[in-house]
DNA sequence: ACGTTCGTAGCATGGACGTGCTAAATAACT
DNA sequence: AGTTATTTAGCACGTCCATGCTACGAACGT
């Protein structure tokens, strides 16, 4: 079967197979042979396509912040649509953002799983080089992010004047990963209607 | 030197040594060797007094759940004090408050550190049950505090009727997770000014 | 002064892992 | 059919680590 192997799609499927030892055993558990095994294998296959372990974890890592920019650009263009399309109805622009930012939760098990792999790589990055940069990376778009949101907003009429924009974007940002961190972690403490509920409040009470 | 030894001193100053460790390298930093050589110890000396590596992280992680929730109890006491002591006066009120909830917050060098170390303790709690109860524990205390926090203060008749304590516990408790993690973990994009404004905005925004 | 207990030091073993290197297998191309 | 590039498989080595075990040292009680 060899020689018809895409290359791309053999890295993405060993991302993949990186994900789901990260998730099931912590970053000790990403181990060539471990990886290999997930992916079905061998680990010489592995290394041909992604070389040494350090580029495959690095590899791995891109492809989650690639993979939720993604989903959530593609959010944004469509809620970008219903919202200028017309109405300038509060509710509306509020729910449009929620979808937006609702993106980055882990409101299901596959984004709960991506959302897990996203901590294991932050906190990796903390003390990896390599990781460092695509971590930064991540983090100020994700902060420009909800800048915008909330600027343009403002420039709406959307907001009540004499909002600090820098500070909210802060409390956005920070209120989103700690909803993301705790249903990740404690999901018995923090359950996705319960996160989606403390999403919106939070832009209710922006909104006034 | 050796009799006069308090265990327990040493079982801290051993725990000291796996924040050093784990601060500085992550996880993988943290080995019996590496530990030794942190706390000026060998080898043997840390296992004598701690045993196992598991048991050896498992115990520093406890301590730090310890000492966070001392201090934040510390501080809730002066807090109350100032509270019940007479002003029903909203900003005295708010500042009491944030002056508690601002102890989660890595906001000077030494709670960084602690953040961090808190943070990598999350995760690998995640995969490793015999973390995972004191996880558990310490973050259903955090949530409770909270809880504690705004029921009163809803009671005090200081927060607008009909405000869901439930989405309203969840959604400060991320706002604290997420400030602590951002700040911690990417300290040029939050640092310690903005993130006390935000948590400021936000107590003022539940107040009214 | 002396043995007993507490603490320290370190050797040796076995296992897990990443990586260099080499050989084999497979399918595409001529 | 033969050739070649791509892909897979795996051996062998060196490193790092936790742990079992043993020996040594130092002070306290008697």
Redesign the interface.
């Known amino acids: 079967m060899p020689k018809i192997v895409d290359p791309d799609q053999r890295r993405v499927a060993i991302a993949e197979a990186v994900f789901s030892a990260l998730d099931?055993?912590?970053?000790?558990?990403v181990t060539l042979a471990n990886v290999a095994d997930h992916a079905g294998l061998a680990i010489g296959s592995v290394r041909y396509f992604l070389g040494s372990r350090e580029e495959m974890v690095a590899f791995a890592f891109s492809v989650v912040v690639e993979r939720v920019g993604a989903r959530v650009s593609s959010r944004i263009d469509t809620a970008l649509a219903t919202l200028h399309s017309g109405t300038h109805d509060p509710d509306a622009r509020l729910a449009a953002t929620a979808d937006i930012l609702a993106e980055f939760l882990p409101l299901d098990a596959a984004r709960r799983r991506e959302a897990?792999v996203w901590?294991?790589f932050?906190?990796?990055?903390?003390?990896?080089a390599r990781l460092a940069k695509t971590?930064?990376r991540a983090?100020?778009q994700t902060?420009e992010l909800i800048e915008t949101i909330l600027s343009t907003a403002a420039s709406d009429g959307a907001l009540p004047a004499g909002l600090?924009i820098?500070?909210?974007t802060?409390?956005l940002?920070?209120?989103?990963?700690?909803?993301t961190?705790?249903s990740a972690?404690?999901p018995d403490?923090?359950d996705p209607a319960?996160?989606r509920?403390?999403l919106l409040?939070?832009l209710r009470?922006l909104q006034r």
Chains 1, 2 share one sequence.
């Open positions: 099931e055993g912590g970053p000790r558990n897990i901590i294991e932050e906190t990796a990055a903390r003390t990896d971590s930064r983090a100020t902060t600090d820098a500070v909210e802060a409390r940002a920070a209120l989103i990963d700690g909803l961190v705790r972690l404690h403490l923090l319960l996160a509920d403390a409040a939070h009470g």
